[in-house]
């Protein structure tokens, strides 16, 4: 038996050791739990755990993280990794979970299992989860469900007594930020700003090797920063720009998810090419909705810098930024920065509510600019 966890593993949960090695002794012993349920706050890391996971599942090398198959769970378009959000502003539909029984019981497509990560499993609704339940408690062999919540308590104990529980602990920024370091040999200014960003180590290592992520967040720098002298159609102008950057990097998700359906289209069957397309449609949808996320998260550390700099803090992110963080600083007032941070919040939840990004970002913009110009 290895001593050493699978290197999908080992990159994946550096900032969560207990985790790393707990799930690499079931992975490498081949006693994995048919339901995981990983439990901890927002930036825990908890999605990057199910992606590594979901590799050392796949992958005949145990989550190697260079064959096809890690490759394939890298870029969420392996067919037998699903992953599913709640679709509604209430939670999770029926249509969903039945759409995941329905799925279950089909065999796999090119691995020998085939996983289900479900994401804010504190929002399945009573329906959802009961119709969920027996599936849970016994799948077909070779299957593995992952759900993510914040706490156990915010989940129906008949979920939670039917999964393995697997704790994970809020990383502090500057362990974060240290652990990008050692992984891209980036500075720790410029790590801890993709940290800020991103949200978690795994996702702001991507980031730093994502330009059009970059340039995402950039975007989003230019937009604040012209705000104090833009009128409506600048803004108008500002949101729709910042959707075409948030866009920009799933041009490459779009073509792999083609070639995967040009792959499978001569031996699946008309409803399993539909269920396929349907997973990418709600791939493409979350990871639009995460570049929203993540420049919104730009705006918020941003805005977050102007405020320690108006009451002379100290500690800005935003280092390549600097002097935007002190044209907006000299431009406003801390209420004024207060009141647009919160601007940032309402439209991440306005997002959240699957409300147009586009719209939301124009409200967004507007009410920043309000603030900001706001002396009292």
């Given at each position: 038996m290895p001593d050493l966890a699978p290197a999908s593993l080992l990159a994946q949960l550096d900032t969560q050791p207990r985790v790393r090695d707990f799930l690499a002794r079931a992975v490498t012993s081949?006693?994995?739990?048919?339901?995981?349920?990983?439990?901890?706050?927002?930036?825990?890391?908890?999605?990057?755990?199910a992606w590594a996971l979901?590799?050392?599942?796949?992958?005949?090398?145990?989550?190697?993280?260079?064959?096809?198959?890690?490759?394939?769970?890298?870029?969420?378009?392996?067919?037998d990794v699903h992953y599913y959000a709640p679709e509604s502003?209430?939670?999770?539909?029926?249509g969903q979970t039945r759409d995941l029984i329905e799925d279950v019981s089909l065999a796999p497509i090119r691995a020998k299992t085939k996983v289900y990560i479900i994401d804010q499993a504190d929002r399945l609704r009573a329906d959802s989860a009961n119709a969920l339940l027996k599936t849970l408690e016994e799948p077909p062999a070779g299957?593995?469900?992952?759900?993510?919540?914040?706490?156990?308590?915010?989940?129906l104990p008949t979920i939670v007594s039917r999964c393995q529980c697997v704790p994970f602990r809020m990383v502090a920024p500057a362990d974060a930020a240290r652990a990008v370091a050692q992984a891209t040999g980036a500075t720790e200014p410029r790590c801890r700003m993709a940290v800020a960003v991103a949200g978690s180590p795994v996702r702001a290592i991507a980031f730093l090797k994502s330009a059009e992520r970059q340039e995402a967040r950039r975007t989003m720098l230019r937009s604040l920063d012209a705000l104090p002298h833009a009128d409506e159609l600048d803004i108008l102008r500002a949101a729709?720009?910042?959707?075409?950057?948030?866009?920009?990097?799933?041009?490459?998700?779009?073509?792999?998810?083609?070639?995967?359906?040009?792959?499978?289209?001569?031996?699946?069957?008309?409803?399993?090419?539909?269920?396929l397309e349907d997973r990418q449609k709600r791939e493409l949808n979350a990871r639009e909705r995460s570049g929203m996320m993540e420049v919104l998260a730009s705006a918020r550390s941003l805005m977050r810098d102007v405020l320690l700099t108006l009451e002379d803090a100290g500690g800005i992110v935003n280092e390549d930024a600097h002097e935007t963080v002190g044209r907006l600083a000299a431009a406003t007032?801390?209420?004024?920065?207060?009141?647009?941070?919160?601007?940032?919040?309402?439209?991440?939840?306005?997002?959240?509510r699957n409300i147009t990004p586009q719209l939301a970002l124009e409200v967004m913009l507007l009410d920043i600019r309000k603030a900001l110009l706001c002396r009292s």
């Open positions: 081949g006693r994995t739990s048919h339901a995981y349920l990983f439990l901890g706050a927002p930036g825990s890391g908890k999605l990057d755990a979901a590799q050392a599942l796949v992958c005949e090398h145990g989550g190697c993280g260079s064959c096809e198959a890690c490759v394939r769970v890298a870029r969420h378009t392996h067919p502003v209430t939670g999770y539909l029926i299957v593995t469900f992952i759900l993510l919540g914040t706490s156990a308590e915010t989940i729709k720009e910042l959707i075409m950057a948030v866009k920009a990097p799933l041009a490459e998700v779009k073509s792999t998810q083609e070639a995967v359906l040009s792959q499978n289209a001569d031996y699946l069957s008309r409803g399993a090419l539909k269920q007032t801390v209420p004024g920065a207060v009141r647009a941070i919160r601007a940032v919040t309402a439209a991440e939840r306005t997002i959240a």
